[in-house]
Structure formats: structure tokens, C-alpha cells
Nanobody
Framework: VQLQASGGGLVQAGGSLRLSCVAS????????MGWFRQAPGKEREFVAA????????NYAESVKGRFTISRDRAKNTVTLQMNSLKPEDTAVYYC?????????????????WGHGTLVTVSS
């Protein structure tokens, strides 16, 4: 499965961005999906995940109430709506497909990764 993330860019603190991830195969619609991010000099960290049918979501504490993950199985896409952005949200954001139906918070749960899209939040 190939994943293509897009939507990153430069935004001021308090602004919003919408990231999208498109999967190359419809079979990916049966897998959980997740977003991770990696800031310069830091390890990759979990951001949000969604299960195969979009009913169950999971968020890192640092983004709860500000970010929303959703998916369109018909279009094989996963979206991350990011509001009230902070400078500490600056990172390369990666989408990933889980090995199972549930999107977990560990990178080990995911078997396919996109190339990432850069989000920069200025203060």
C-alpha cells in the first residue's frame, strides 16, 4: 500500500491546516489509519488514529480538542483537521496504515508509511 500525504505548510499560531492522506489500494479501507509526527531532533510520536470504519478515534493528549481525524472509505482517504495550532506542533507529519482494523498509538502497529508533509507553525 502506498500512502501520499499532503496539506502541510506554514501557518501562524492559532491558525488551521487540513492534512490529507490517500492510499493507493481500496483494500486499505479495512485497516486502521494513523498520523504521527516528528519534530527536528525528536523521536516520531503518535498524533491520532482511527479504526477501519471511522467510529473509534484516539488522540495524543497534546492534540485533544484541537485535532480531528476522519476517513472516507469510498475515497480511501484519511484527513487530519488541525485547529488552534501551536509552534510546538511544528513537525513532519506522516500518515500510516495499521496492520489490523484498529489504529493504535504505537508505530509498531503500522506497516505502511507515507513520505510525510511538513507543518510549520510560526509564533
Amino acid at each position: 500500500v502506498q500512502l501520499q500525504a499532503s496539506g502541510g505548510g506554514l501557518v501562524q499560531a492559532g491558525g488551521s491546516l487540513r492534512l490529507s492522506c490517500v492510499a493507493s489500494r481500496r483494500t486499505n479501507s479495512n485497516n486502521g489509519m494513523g498520523w504521527f509526527r516528528q519534530a527536528p531532533g525528536k523521536e516520531r510520536e503518535f498524533v491520532a488514529a482511527i479504526n477501519w470504519n471511522g467510529i473509534i478515534t484516539n488522540y495524543a493528549e497534546s492534540v485533544k480538542g484541537r485535532f480531528t481525524i476522519s476517513r472516507d472509505r469510498a475515497k480511501n482517504t484519511v484527513t487530519l483537521q488541525m485547529n488552534s495550532l501551536k509552534p510546538e506542533d511544528t513537525a513532519v507529519y506522516y500518515c500510516a496504515a495499521s496492520r489490523g482494523a484498529v489504529g493504535g498509538s504505537s508505530a509498531r502497529d503500522y506497516t505502511s508509511w507515507g513520505h510525510g508533509t511538513l507543518v510549520t507553525v510560526s509564533s
